[in-house]
């Protein structure tokens, strides 16, 4: 028996190397005979592998001129037989001497899997069945330097895998399906604001104070005015100074970055869309989250019954809709409404194991309660109503008990799909939640807003009664494309250096 070669990381680091080294000679090769191919700068494509397996009858003896990727290449003798892939897929291309001539057909076999070439031939059927090209001219239009990883095991280390999503794409290329899906919904949503008269804007990425959610912020420094700045963690500020200037049905879908923990929910940046509507309340836009919810499934997959992680999800309208107080009740028993102060809320968290708060007041304490206990158990899509005050910093207060708010957030599969509020528009309230928040941040809050003044100033001219809501796309796609982590449905998610 023969002996085995001994595979080590050190000897495959040294087959690499040598590969590495080959494919540099080949270029180098092709550079001193006048055949730089990095000097290609056109193909004229007439087809893509789909259109000719979609169409084959009408296209059989046709000629193509086609370009992809190699990615295989099989030698039978005075023919080969190889996959080029291209933006729709893969296709088979058949190559004899008798038809390239044996100069081009010898250039043709020192090419390498991975390189980029351009094809023309005549689109027919193998024996086999297997619809191909007949090659009659070929070209090489880029040379790839690097083995593509199938020649060391495939492209399987899921961090590398995010870290060169563009190999990932290549050898991977049902990954692309996400992404498509990914672009579908925000088409989906688009086209469903639109549909309803609203106005897509863009509002500043760079501010002087960041406002809008509750997060830390990531800083950064204007040189010209000697000025921090905020990288935004919400539109929701700016968009509702539109609705005061008159835009009354306004949205816009963009990218937030929170100075935050990373985790298969949440990456430092992400994609949301965030709309308000002048004259509506959080009612109005319950109605629209169910409908573009509904219409992006039914759009996309043709269903609104999906499966996520395992679990049975119906997004059909109308969504499931509960109190907080009601979700903790139900999932803990303890009836928060029943209270009369914070101190019965603090031995009612501790009977139950809840961690508590900093702000150890009643309403705070009920959030709390709903997060630690309620909201994982949330799968089916539940509109949780009714959030605490100091929790809600924009949101109105509920006419029937001031302690809450006209306030509700979207939970599926037990996590956050959406935020929405009656919006809080009295200007004297607002300035005085901002000063809470500002005493919360120079107590050691980081995540507490701070002082908007001309916002203040904004809502004096009179904002109308306005209804608003955001939207986490990326963990809708998430939904909808039945993806663990929410690194497989951002193309480049944040990563840290590999020589940290």
């Keep these: 028996m023969m002996a085995q070669e001994n595979r080590t990381p050190e000897t495959e680091m040294e087959n690499l190397s040598e590969l590495l080294q080959i494919r540099r000679d080949k270029l180098a090769k092709l550079q001193e005979e006048g055949k730089d191919p990095f000097h290609v700068t056109k193909f004229t494509r007439t087809v893509y592998s789909r259109e000719v397996k979609d169409n084959f009858e009408a296209m059989e003896g046709q000629e193509v001129f086609m370009a992809g990727r190699m990615m295989s290449k099989r030698v039978m003798g005075k023919a080969f037989f190889a996959d080029i892939q291209d933006d729709q897929g893969r296709i088979q291309l058949y190559i004899k001497v008798n ?63 995010y870290r ?14 996400a992404f498509e899906i990914r672009t579908k919904v925000i088409q989906t949503i688009r086209r469903y604001l639109d549909d309803l008269g609203y106005l897509e804007v863009e509002t500043p990425v760079l501010n002087t104070v960041s406002g809008g959610a509750n997060a830390r912020p990531f800083m950064t420094h204007h040189n010209t005015l000697d000025l921090d700045m905020y990288m935004r963690i919400a539109t929701e ?46 009612n109005d836009m319950m109605d629209r989250t169910e409908g573009i919810f509904a219409k992006a499934a039914q759009d996309i997959l043709s269903t609104t019954e999906i499966t996520y992680q395992g679990e049975a999800v119906s997004l ?15 999932h803990t028993g303890i009836d928060f409404m029943a209270m009369t102060s914070d101190e019965e809320a603090i031995q009612a968290a501790k009977k139950i194991g809840v961690e508590l708060p900093k702000e150890k007041t009643w309403g705070n304490i009920l959030y709390e309660c709903f997060d630690q206990r309620a909201e994982a158990n949330l799968i089916q899509p539940t509109f949780i109503l009714d959030h605490p005050v100091e929790v809600s910093p924009l949101a109105k207060r509920s006419q029937s008990d001031p302690r809450l708010t006209e306030r509700f957030e979207l939970f599926i599969t037990g996590r956050e799909m959406a935020n929405a509020f009656s919006e809080l528009n009295d200007p ?30 904004a809502l004096e001219y009179g904002l109308p009664p306005t209804g608003g809501c955001g939207i986490g796309v990326d963990r809708m796609v998430m939904l909808l494309t039945d993806s663990a982590s929410i690194r497989d449905v951002i193309l480049f998610p944040t990563m840290k250096p590999e020589n940290n």
């Design 99 to 161: 038809n390239l001539g044996e100069e081009l057909f010898d250039e043709f076999r020192k090419w390498d899997i991975g390189d980029i070439i351009g094809v023309a031939g005549t689109v027919f059927r193998t024996q086999r069945g297997e619809i191909s090209i007949h090659v009659s001219a070929v070209q090489l239009l880029s040379k790839s330097l690097l083995p593509l990883p199938e020649k060391f095991h495939g492209l399987t280390n899921q961090e590398l895998r």
């Design 164 to 177: 060169q999503r563009y190999v990932d794409l290549i050898v991977n290329p049902e990954v692309r399906r």
């Design 237 to 282: 500020l700016h968009l509702k100074r539109l609705v005061v200037g008159g835009i009354e049905r306004v949205y816009e879908i963009g990218r937030l970055f929170r100075n935050e923990g990373m985790s298969p929910r949440h990456n430092p940046e992400f994609t949301t869309v965030e709309f308000y509507e002048a004259y509506a309340d959080y």
């Design 316 to 330: 059909a309208a109308p969504f499931a809709r509960m109190t907080m107080a009601e979700a903790v009740k139900v």
């Design 428 to 457: 004297i309230d607002q300035r005085a939640r901002f000063a809470r928040q500002v005493e919360m941040r120079e107590a050691g809050d980081e995540e507490a807003g701070m002082m908007d003044d001309d916002f203040i100033t």
